[in-house]
């Protein structure tokens, strides 16, 4: 079965960069979520688009935007990179619908940002 | 916001045996969804098992059960005959109904003797 599919796998940048993670979510799926894994912390959550709308805000910093497209794909956007924005970026994707079982969210293998 | 408690960092089983991971939470609503997620060395998070609240009966997936204990916002992780591939950090978490994000736990650590 087709999983949630992120690129890049790996990404290196520079303080003060841009640096743009991309998600494919499964298909059918027309909800986004990304979320952030520090060293040694659980994932944290960013931010959630469903059908193209933000859905929902967590602790996602000024520096950084998300957006979805109309082929339900996200992008987060991350400005000004700082030494603590290194973290796994994991991408999540579920179809929308409350009290089902199609509510479950299904991670992507994460993009590892590094930021030296 | 709810919160999540995994009170275990870390847990040991011997292959072939038992072993139960504990999670709480805290919440006032009274419909949402519980889940384990699993993630090995590759760092992949994996869907283990979900729970829906309002279902009484525990969910179980081939060797991985939960106990469900509502009133006491206790969701435990079994996992029955325990093999080398269940090596992992498993994370509890929290999604409540209609809404979107997930609340994790701090996670366990759990390591398999062979």
């Known amino acids: 079965a087709a999983g949630v599919i992120q690129s890049p796998r790996h990404l290196i940048k520079e303080k003060r960069e841009t640096a743009t993670l991309k998600c494919y979510p499964i298909p059918r799926h027309d909800t986004v979520y990304w979320y952030q894994q520090g060293p040694g912390q659980d994932p944290q959550f960013l931010i959630s688009?469903?059908?193209?709308?933000?859905?929902d805000k967590g602790s996602i910093p000024d520096r950084f935007s998300a957006q979805q497209f109309s082929d339900y794909h996200s992008e987060l956007n991350m400005s000004s990179l700082e030494l603590g924005d290194s973290a796994l970026y994991f991408c999540?994707?579920?179809?929308?619908?409350?009290?089902?079982?199609?509510?479950?969210?299904?991670f992507g293998p994460g993009t590892r940002l590094t930021v030296l | 916001a709810q919160t999540v408690t995994q009170s275990q960092p870390e847990m040991s089983v011997q292959e072939a045996e038992t072993v139960t991971l504990s999670c709480t939470y805290d919440?006032?609503?009274?419909?949402?969804?519980l889940f384990w997620y699993k993630q090995p060395p590759s760092r992949q998070m994996i869907l283990v098992i979900r729970?829906?609240?309002?279902?009484?009966q525990n969910a179980t997936e081939n060797r991985f059960s939960v106990n469900f204990q509502k009133a006491a916002k206790s969701f435990s992780l079994k996992i029955s005959d325990s093999q080398l591939g269940d090596a992992a950090m498993y994370f509890c978490?929290?999604?409540?109904?209609?809404?979107?994000?997930?609340?994790f736990g701090t996670g366990t650590s759990l390591t398999v003797i062979p």
């Open positions: 999540a994707s579920s179809l929308y619908g409350s009290g089902s079982s199609t509510d479950t969210q299904y």
């Open positions: 688009f469903y059908e193209k709308m933000q859905s």
């Open positions: 729970q829906e609240a309002y279902k009484q």
């Open positions: 978490a929290y999604r409540s109904d209609g809404g979107n994000q997930f609340y």
């Open positions: 919440t006032s609503e009274s419909d949402y969804y």
